[in-house]
């Protein structure tokens, strides 16, 4: 693909900006029915937001994790569930183009393909002629009705040695889906379980995890691309931490559209925008927003930066990139805490989008991978000289 051919930052945004008033229309639906609609899937590959993490080669982009943050925040200003919905999607989308270039021919031979995935190891998986076999479930598969592949981890136990992690690529198709995902947030994700039973894995779509984790890819043509060439937990905190920040700006928009006309009732406040009190829930929501932002962008600047210079990551900066995504998360929730806290009573009714956001960024809060006080615990283990307690750094 030509450079020419490949959207700038400031055009994917404009084209997640335009697909606000369709995510707007469809968010309570997709509520109501645990998924995205096909229309919104449609939409979203339309505008070519499934291309960002795919290799030029095959049509994509290979966007850099600044525009993955700001594509996502502006979806999520408008549906937090079809904004982590397409981030989920980019981050094993960026793991397939780890594995060999054989493989990603496969892969990548569907136009605007989507692949689900997971990083928990709650498999099984045996050595088998030629391959692997699998049984085991997984949770928390976002978009796994919509998608073509699967990325599974599994441990793989076998006689030469000890049990060890392992990451394959399955079509969608060979797993069961189990409709279990009956949630109070992040409703619309269609985050439901899969199921692998005796299911065969050619060897050649099978990684081991640690290698991934250093970021140690098996793909020649990939192998001096920038954005293939950081560690994965870096990388994925930078693919998945828009949503939160697009969610804050969502709790502002929604705030401010209903406050004209408001008062504040049981007092002699005509206007609620005339109130000291409302003054000082909007400020504190927005500098909150803003310091969100700062994380989120200096997450991105330090993946992009060593991606584009190949330099080595220390243990300290992979840290400071969990506790930058789970920075972006606390302050987030604060913001729309605020801001829902102002709303008024009758911001409890489900048409009022308020609340659905709390619902949305509480459930991103609770997100081991994302989950404030874990990142927070880890970084300042490594600042106090301590070693990570998880391999997922």
């Known amino acids: 693909m030509l450079t020419a051919d490949i959207p700038t930052r400031a055009q994917l ?6 697909l606000a008033p369709l995510l707007k229309k469809n968010a309570a639906q997709a509520e109501q029915d645990r998924r995205l609609q096909d229309e919104t899937i449609e939409a979203l590959g339309e505008a070519g937001l499934f291309k960002l993490r795919v290799p030029k080669r095959y049509g994509g982009y290979e966007a850099d994790t600044r525009t993955l943050v700001d594509v996502a925040a502006e979806l999520g200003r408008a549906d937090g569930a079809a904004a982590w919905t397409t981030a989920v999607y980019w981050i094993p989308t960026w793991m397939a183009c780890l594995f060999p270039d054989g493989v990603q021919e496969e892969v990548f031979a569907t136009p605007d393909v989507r692949i689900c995935g997971t990083l928990s190891p709650s498999a099984l998986a045996t050595p088998a002629p030629g391959g692997i076999t699998v049984n085991g479930k997984w949770g928390f598969i976002s978009g796994a009705h919509h998608s073509h592949w699967q990325e599974v981890i599994a441990v793989l136990q076998g006689p030469d040695g000890p049990p060890q992690p392992v990451m394959a690529l399955v079509p969608i198709g060979d797993l ?32 081991p995890l640690g290698a991934i984790l250093q970021g140690q890819g098996a793909s020649e043509l990939n192998a001096d691309a920038p954005v293939y060439r950081s560690p994965l937990l870096p990388v994925a905190s930078a693919s998945s931490v828009g949503t939160a920040l697009g969610l804050a700006r969502a709790a502002r928009d929604a705030f401010f559209e209903r406050l004209p006309g408001r008062t504040i009732t049981y007092t002699a406040y005509a206007q609620q925008a005339e109130a000291p009190l409302t003054h000082h829930q909007v400020a504190e929501a927005a500098f909150r927003t803003d310091r969100a932002e700062f994380h989120a962008h200096r997450l991105t600047s330090l993946v992009d930066g060593k991606g584009e210079a190949g330099e080595e990551w220390s243990l ?38 308020i609340q659905r956001i709390v619902r949305d960024i509480q459930a991103i809060n609770l997100h081991a991978l994302m989950n404030p006080s874990t990142n927070t615990e880890l970084y300042g283990r490594v600042l106090c000289g301590q070693e990570p307690n998880t391999l997922y750094i």
């Open 13 to 18: 945004v404009q084209r997640a900006a335009e």
């Open 176 to 207: 069961r889906l189990i409709d279990d995902w009956d949630t109070s947030g992040l409703c619309g994700t269609g985050s439901v379980s899969t199921v692998a039973q005796d299911l065969f894995v050619p060897q050649e779509r099978v990684l």
């Open 316 to 353: 300290e900066e992979r840290a400071r990139a969990r506790a930058d995504l789970g920075a972006v998360c606390k302050l987030a929730k604060e913001a729309v805490d605020l801001l829902a806290s102002a709303s008024g009573g009758s911001s409890i009714y489900r048409d009022v989008p």
